[in-house]
């Protein structure tokens, strides 16, 4: 009978998960129902891969635009009693809250533990462990995390990246299958404003969780901006002169 429990017990987590991964309004409806307070525009990118504390979920809370990627850990207690008390005889309690401010994006197999506030405008690297105060407008990463730069300056990187990552992702095709990417191939990677004006960007860019919040934001920002290539044949022509031998 006990191993009948368990195949149910199995079956249903399986189907809930797939549930929460295909639509995650509704794990967001189920946190919210348990006391954990969200905001607006919470993403969780795999649900079904979480580990949250809900031992008391009154102490989380998740500001506006935020974005968390797969495996998210996040306590709000700890045990760690369970060794003090074979060395003293105490029994002392671990219990504090976690604070998740507006536009923060969570990498993948991030840890957050108890006492931590997260602060508006922050990113936080992959496999970081969050601990205390991450002050707004930085990137973290690390365990513990600590700062790595300033957002302004992660994005000033980012922006001169993104013709070299351009041409990688385009030579490793070449190298691969003997001939050029089709342009598709760079939607999903959003590097097609080296040749496209916004008004020619696909279609399936804008149906994105990040893009669909902040499409007037980002067609106001390349109203008058003119592509480095006039089209994508320009592009590969300039990465075939350059880079292929």
């Not at 979480?50 to 996040?74: E, H, M, R, W």
């Not at 994006?105 to 105060?133: F, R, Y």
């Not at 990677?189 to 969780?209: A, D, I, M, T, Y």
Request: aromatic share 14%.
């Amino acid at each position: 009978m006990g191993r009948l429990k368990e195949i149910i017990k199995s079956i249903k987590t399986n189907v809930w998960n797939n549930r929460i991964d295909k639509n995650q309004e509704i794990y967001n409806k189920y946190l919210e129902s348990i006391g954990i307070s969200l905001g607006k525009n919470v993403l969780f990118v795999k649900p079904s891969s979480n580990c949250v504390d809900t031992s008391a979920p009154y102490l989380i809370s998740i500001g506006d635009n935020v974005c968390i990627s797969k495996g998210l850990t996040l306590f709000v207690h700890d045990y760690s009693a369970f060794i003090e008390r074979k060395i003293t005889g105490e029994v002392l309690g671990g219990v504090g809250g976690v604070r998740i401010g507006n536009n923060v994006q969570i990498g993948a197999d991030v840890t957050i533990l108890m006492d931590t506030e997260i602060q508006d405008n922050v990113i936080i690297a992959a496999g970081a462990v969050c601990k205390g105060k991450l002050e707004s407008g930085f990137v973290y990463g690390g365990v513990p995390a600590k700062k790595i730069q300033s957002v302004n300056d992660f994005v000033n990187k980012r922006r001169n990246d993104q013709l070299i990552q351009a041409v990688n992702l385009t030579l490793a095709y070449y190298n691969k299958y003997k001939k050029f990417p089709d342009e598709k191939e760079f939607y999903p990677f959003h590097l097609f404003p080296f040749f496209l004006k916004v008004e020619n960007w696909p279609e399936s860019f804008w149906k994105g969780f990040g893009q669909r919040l902040s499409k007037e934001e980002i067609q106001n920002f390349y109203k008058n901006y003119e592509p480095k290539f006039q089209s994508y044949d320009g592009f590969l022509k300039y990465v075939e002169e350059k880079y292929v031998k």
